[in-house]
C-alpha cells in the first residue's frame, strides 16, 4: 500500500508539473521590443488621411480562454475572424488580414466552436480584387489565406498584395494558407527594415515573434483618431490586462518565440497607458472589436 502511495504521488506530481509547464505558466515581459509610436506616426505621414475604418466578420464563434491566457481557466471567450478596410480620402481602400475562405476555414476544422459567413466571404472576395493595396499582420492562415485562395488573380498582383518575403515563404509552406508558388511567382514582396509606409495614414512595424512575417499596422484617420493592429501577439486582450501570453503548448505547436512575444505583449502594455489615444485592434478578441465599434473607432461592413 506504501508503495502504491509513493507511485500514485509521483504521477500526481509529474501530472501537476506538465500542466504548470505547458498550461499554465508564462514568461514576464522584459523590455527586449519597443513600439516606435513616433517613427510610425512619421511615416504614416499627415496628408490625404484615411477617413474611415470598417470591419467585416468572415467568422464567429469562440475560443477556450486557457487556450488565449496561460494559467486561465475552461471559461469561453468571443471569438472573431475578420477582415478590415481602410477607407481612404480618393474613395479608395486598403484591406488589413483578410481571413480564410470557406475551403480554408474547413481546413482549419473550426466548424465545431466557429460560423462562417458565406455572404461576408464574397463581400471580403470582390473588395480584394479592387483594394489600392492588402497588407497582413502575419502570414497564418486566417490572416493570409482569404488572399492566397481567392480564385481571383488580380488580388495577388504586385503593388496590391503588399506581403513580405518571410509571409511568402510560410504562405507556401503552410498547406492550410493555400498559397501556392505558382500564384506568387511574379509576386515581387515589400522590403523593409523597420518601419514602411503603405499608403498616407497608414504604416507597419516589423514584429516577428508569433511568426516571421509578423507585424504591427499602424493608422492615423482624418479626424486624428489612431489605431494599432497587434495581429496576433495576443489573441484576447486578456493578454495584455495580465501581461500573459498563450501557454506554452501552443506556442511550440505553432512554432513562435515566446520571449519575442511576451516583450510585445509588454510593449503594448506600455503603450495603452502612455499613449491611451491610440486604440488596439486585437484580431481575435470579439468583445474588445465590439467595444472599437460602440467607441466609433470600427464600423460595421465594407463600403463599395
Not at 7 to 23: I, K, P, R
Not at 35 to 53: H, K, S
Not at 69 to 97: H, K, R
Not at 200 to 222: C, D, E, F, N, T
Request: aromatic share 6%.
Amino acid at each position: 500500500m506504501k508503495k502504491l502511495r509513493v507511485v500514485l504521488g509521483a504521477l500526481v506530481a509529474m501530472l501537476l508539473t506538465t500542466y504548470l509547464v505547458f498550461f499554465a505558466t508564462s514568461p514576464s515581459p522584459g523590455d527586449g521590443y519597443t513600439i516606435d509610436l513616433e517613427g510610425l506616426r512619421g511615416t504614416a505621414g499627415t496628408d490625404e488621411l484615411p477617413t474611415d475604418v470598417r470591419v467585416l466578420h468572415v467568422a464567429d464563434g469562440s475560443m477556450p480562454a486557457f487556450a488565449a491566457v496561460a494559467g486561465a481557466g475552461p471559461s469561453s471567450l468571443n471569438a472573431v475572424y475578420a477582415s478590415f478596410q481602410i477607407v481612404t480620402p480618393d474613395a479608395g481602400f486598403v484591406i488589413v488580414d483578410t481571413a480564410y475562405d470557406r475551403a480554408g476555414f474547413d481546413a482549419m476544422g473550426a466548424g465545431a466552436v466557429t460560423t462562417f459567413h458565406d455572404d461576408a466571404w464574397a463581400t471580403l472576395d470582390k473588395a480584394m480584387a479592387t483594394a489600392a493595396a492588402i497588407v497582413v499582420t502575419h502570414e497564418h492562415p486566417d490572416h493570409l489565406g482569404g488572399a492566397a485562395r481567392s480564385k481571383n488573380p488580380e488580388v495577388r498582383k504586385t503593388g496590391r498584395l503588399l506581403v513580405t518575403q518571410a509571409q511568402i515563404d510560410f504562405g507556401v509552406k503552410e498547406p492550410m494558407t493555400g498559397l501556392s508558388a505558382e500564384a506568387v511567382k511574379d509576386l515581387t514582396p515589400i522590403t523593409y527594415d523597420r518601419l514602411y509606409r503603405v499608403v498616407p495614414g497608414v504604416a507597419l512595424q516589423r514584429a516577428p515573434g508569433h511568426s516571421p512575417g509578423s507585424q504591427l499596422i499602424y493608422v492615423k484617420r482624418a479626424d486624428g483618431k489612431e489605431l494599432l493592429f497587434v495581429g496576433d501577439v495576443a489573441w484576447n486582450e486578456r493578454s495584455l490586462d495580465e501581461g500573459r501570453m498563450r501557454p506554452l503548448l501552443l506556442s511550440l505547436f505553432l512554432g513562435e518565440d515566446r520571449r519575442q512575444v511576451i516583450d510585445q505583449i509588454g510593449a503594448l502594455q506600455k503603450l495603452r497607458k502612455e499613449h491611451p489615444e491610440v486604440q488596439l485592434v486585437v484580431a481575435h478578441d470579439g468583445d474588445a472589436l465590439a467595444r472599437l465599434v460602440g467607441t466609433g473607432a470600427v464600423k460595421e461592413g465594407f463600403v463599395d
